[in-house]
Every structure is written in structure tokens, then in C-alpha cells.
């Protein structure tokens, strides 16, 4: 039974038939206007309106505690939490598989890392973007600086996946803030090697 005539059960003293009480009260033929964006958009009895606009607030409040069910302001909570900025343009949906791909995939990684140790002082390259090699005539290369003009093959045999790899040509380069960045966003089962090139 909808709540509205809930309400109308427990004021079983009044006519609710009244046009007085249907304005105050409850009016379960007056239709909900969509979408719903105030509380006076619930359309079915000023006192009703009050009632029913706090309890699916306490609902969605119940639901948004579960990121994939969060929505509105309760989203943009879940955003400030973990320090995500919101693109423009995303509905709700977009944004928690934003979110979600952001905090724990680990194919968000690389490009996150890569906005932390920016060109030309960093490279930052997955694993299959490092190349190896592993027969004698190659191990002795160390690793090759990568780009276009570069011939060599790198001699660090690297797992297929789950390495990102923060190269530079001078340590001093790298700061204690980049370090704790990309300790922050680092997905889980990931590893990030930084080293020096020649």
C-alpha cells in the first residue's frame, strides 16, 4: 500500500474527502510531477510532502552508503572522500565507474602515474611497453631510454602485466610529494619500479 494512504489510515478522524484536508494533508489522485527536484514536487498534501520527502531522503542516505547505489549529493560526498574530481558531463552512473575504475584498476593506474611524473623529465611505460629481451648479446644494454629514435632493445625481462615502470634521466628529479601520490593511487596487486636511465 502506498504510503499516502498510510497516512490517511492513521487520521481516520478526518474527512478525507475535504478539499482542505487534501491541500494539508494527503491526496492520493494528485500526481507526483517528474522529475521530482523539491519537496514540493511529491504533489500529494503539504504535511505528506514533508513526511515522504524525509523518508526517501533516509533511503537514498541508506543506499549511498554503497558506492554503486550512490547518487546526487551523496556522490558528491563519496567524490570528496576519496579526492576525485567529477567530469564535467557524467551522469551518476558514469561517475562511480569513473570512480570505481579510478580507485581499483589497475589499467587507471598508468595514466594516473603518468600525470604525476609528467614529460620530458619522466616515462612512464607498462610493462609491455618496456620491452626485453633476454639473450646474452642484449642483457649488457641496461635500460634504453624509449621513444621514437630508439633502436635498442631494453635488457629488463618484465612480468606481461600489473608493473608500472617511472623512468628519469636524473633521480634528483623525484620528489617526496610525487612518491606519495602514486603510493595514494597505486591499485592493489600493482607494483611501480622508478629508476634512473642513462
Known amino acids: 500500500m502506498e504510503r499516502v494512504n498510510l497516512l490517511i489510515d492513521y487520521l481516520p478522524q478526518f474527512n478525507a474527502t475535504d478539499p482542505t484536508f487534501k491541500e494539508l494533508f494527503a491526496d492520493p489522485l494528485r500526481p507526483e510531477f517528474e522529475p521530482i527536484t523539491n519537496i514540493n514536487d511529491i504533489n500529494r498534501g503539504a504535511i505528506f510532502n514533508a513526511i515522504e520527502w524525509h523518508l526517501r531522503y533516509q533511503e537514498v542516505a541508506a543506499d ?19 579526492g576525485i574530481v567529477r567530469p564535467i558531463g557524467f551522469s551518476d552512473e558514469e561517475f562511480i565507474g569513473f570512480i570505481v575504475g579510478y580507485v581499483l584498476s589497475n589499467q587507471s593506474t598508468t595514466p594516473k602515474i603518468s600525470e604525476i611524473f609528467p614529460p620530458p623529465d619522466f616515462y612512464v611505460l607498462r610493462s609491455d611497453e ?69
Not at 64 to 82: H, R, V
Not at 178 to 198: D, P
Open 130 to 198: 618496456l620491452g626485453f629481451a633476454s639473450d646474452i648479446s642484449a642483457v649488457d644494454l641496461g635500460i634504453a631510454r624509449p621513444g621514437p629514435g630508439t633502436k635498442a632493445v631494453s635488457s629488463v625481462v618484465t612480468p606481461e602485466r600489473g608493473i608500472t615502470f617511472i623512468l628519469t634521466s636524473d633521480s634528483s628529479n623525484i620528489s617526496d610529494l610525487q612518491l606519495t601520490k602514486v603510493n595514494r593511487i597505486k591499485a592493489a596487486g600493482t607494483i611501480v619500479y622508478i629508476g634512473e636511465i642513462s
Open 64 to 82: 549511498s552508503s554503497t558506492l554503486s547505489k550512490a547518487q546526487g549529493y551523496f556522490l558528491k560526498d563519496w567524490a570528496e572522500l576519496l
